[in-house]
């Protein structure tokens, strides 16, 4: 059996597509190792076997406790991994994905740094959401007078359509018990949605705080990125779990939404939107799948091959 030292490290083309991995897993109170390339999360009901391959995101929630192989093989596996609160409540901080090339990331980074082109894919992202509406045009106060119109017809869409008391959006930071059973049931389905958006985003290289709607938060991206989906997924779920009139709204409201998000096949249109969003028509599939290139930069845009020495060369 090879030792860790000689295990050899995986190509992004052997890898699951992140489009195709279950969006995401959360345990708590075990403990997980390693066993060749799959997880096992080891509590006191026994041993759970889970292929590190097809995890999107492992949500580690208190008690758990995770050895450093088992770490590893999610990083060989470009799993994110993030540490949160009870019941996924709370975000405390996330490990790095696998990624291998920065396509994507500098294709978000000049469409966001030029005022135009950051507004161009501001609307670009509104007409993802409202398809029948044509935001050319529209300056920024114009989209987000527009937007939080359209999210308002949503609530009242929806609590018409189930038939639970809509009393508004009533949401403090820090006591999710504070609201009534619809508000809860949002506010799950919105903290599933940023987890959901965080681990696309991470997976392709991208930067979660360079955002096109919102800004100066580290999470800017991931905002924008979920909110594609909230009037289409995470508010129509939120309001039928509310419906049920059950206990734990929390807890089905995420159930709820990871199968809506199985049959919808979201993380698969996630990356489809990111890229369509941030790419220009000239880059290709094959740009961003670059198996470990790395690059020098030189004059007049010019890319060099790394791993070579440019000393005595003067015609570059």
């Not at 419906?243 to 698969?268: F, K, M, P, V, Y």
Request: glycine share 8%.
């Amino acid at each position: 059996m090879a030792t860790v030292a000689q295990r050899r490290t995986p190509s992004p083309r052997e890898l699951t597509r992140v489009a195709e991995r279950i969006s995401f897993i959360y345990l708590e109170r075990c403990t997980i190792h390693r066993e060749d390339n799959a997880i096992t999360a080891e509590d006191a009901d026994g041993t759970t076997h889970i292929p590190s391959a097809t995890i999107g995101t492992l949500l580690l929630g208190p008690g758990t406790r995770i050895t450093h192989q088992a770490m590893s093989v999610l990083g060989e596996s470009g799993a994110a991994v993030a540490w949160v609160g009870e019941q996924g409540i709370r975000y405390y901080a996330g490990g790095r994905s696998l990624n291998r090339s920065a396509a994507l990331l500098e294709a978000q980074a000049t469409r966001w740094a030029n005022r135009r082109t950051r507004l161009e894919v501001a609307r670009a992202m509104y007409r993802l959401r409202f398809p029948d509406e044509d935001p050319s045009g529209s300056s920024r106060q114009e989209l987000l007078g527009r937007e939080g119109r359209r999210v308002k017809d949503c609530y009242r869409r929806e609590a018409q359509r189930t038939g639970v008391t809509w009393l508004g959006r009533h949401y403090v930071p820090g006591d999710f018990s504070s609201g009534d059973a619809p508000n809860q049931a949002v506010t799950a389905a919105a903290q599933c949605m940023y987890g959901i958006a965080h681990a696309v985003i991470a997976a392709l290289g991208c930067s979660p705080g360079l955002g096109f709607v919102h800004s100066g938060h580290e999470l800017s991206f991931v905002l924008d990125v979920a909110d594609l989906y909230k009037t289409e997924i995470g508010i129509p779920t939120a309001f039928e779990v509310a419906a049920e009139h059950g206990d734990d709204i929390g807890a089905r409201t995420r159930r709820a939404l990871r199968d809506r998000i199985n049959t919808e096949r979201l993380l698969d249109r996630c990356v489809q939107d990111i890229k369509g969003l941030l790419l220009t028509h000239q880059k290709t599939e094959t740009t961003l799948e670059s198996l470990d290139q790395v690059n020098l930069q030189s004059d007049r845009d010019k890319v060099l091959p790394a791993g070579r020495n440019y000393a005595i060369e003067a015609t570059w």
